[in-house]
T-cell receptor
């Protein structure tokens, strides 16, 4: 059974720091992995999608890597800003016939970037 | 990408009543997904809604409590029936396009 774990559960950093959020999954048979951002009480915004054949994706100050064999993904945020404060969620899409859109979710990392 | 409009964004409801949440997508999609996010928790899939057929519910969720409609390829509704305080959550609509998942802004429901 696929399980997704995110470490740390919470993180508080001063503005300007580079930081790394971690996501691990127990079954390497995945279709893709996706990172989301969620502001308090709001919906989810897709940040980066990494297909199983890819090693990393970049968008602005964000870089996500994927090591499928070890079951790990990292989200790197460069030069963090107070506006980056949110919960970051990782989700994997298991590689199962006819069901590859059902996502398995981590519990998220709650990030606070202090001015 | 996909643009999803979800209504209402929040509501406070009396126990025993029902609330219907609407989800509108900017283009046609085969499947739409409804999630629940309880306070301090991650997302839990309630059901998958296909146009023209009954929704497929996940373990622990039943149609009588969470009836879903999917009248066309761009619209779906989720009803939370006979609400209790335990139903207080954020409810989220989602679609998948080119294997990427997109979400509405969520409905924050408080049952008193």
């Amino acid at each position: 059974k696929q399980e997704v774990t995110q470490i740390p559960a919470a993180l508080s950093v001063p503005e300007g720091e580079n930081l790394v959020l971690n996501c691990s999954f127990t079954d390497s048979a995945i279709y893709n992995l996706q990172w989301f951002r969620q502001d308090p009480g709001k919906g989810l915004t897709s940040l980066l999608l990494i297909q199983s054949s890819q090693r990393e994706q970049t968008s602005g100050r964000l870089n996500a890597s994927l090591d499928k064999s070890s079951g790990r993904s990292t989200l790197y945020i460069a030069a963090s800003q107070p506006g980056d404060s949110a919960t970051y969620l990782c989700a994997v899409s298991p590689l199962r016939a006819g069901n590859n859109r059902k996502l398995i979710w981590g519990l998220g990392t709650s990030l606070a970037v202090n001015p | 990408s996909a643009v999803i409009s979800q209504k209402p964004s929040r509501d406070i409801c009396q126990r025993g009543t029902s609330l219907t949440i609407q989800c509108q997508v900017d283009s046609q999609v085969t499947m739409m997904f409804w999630y629940r996010q309880q306070p301090g928790q991650s997302l839990t899939l309630i059901a998958t809604a296909n146009q023209g057929s009954e929704a497929t519910y996940e373990s622990g969720f039943v149609i009588d409590k969470f009836p879903i409609s999917r009248p066309n390829l761009t619209f779906s509704t989720l009803t939370v029936s006979n609400m209790s305080p335990e139903d207080s959550s954020i409810y989220l609509c989602s679609v998948s396009r080119d294997t990427e998942a997109f979400f509405g802004q969520g409905t924050r429901l408080t049952v008193v």
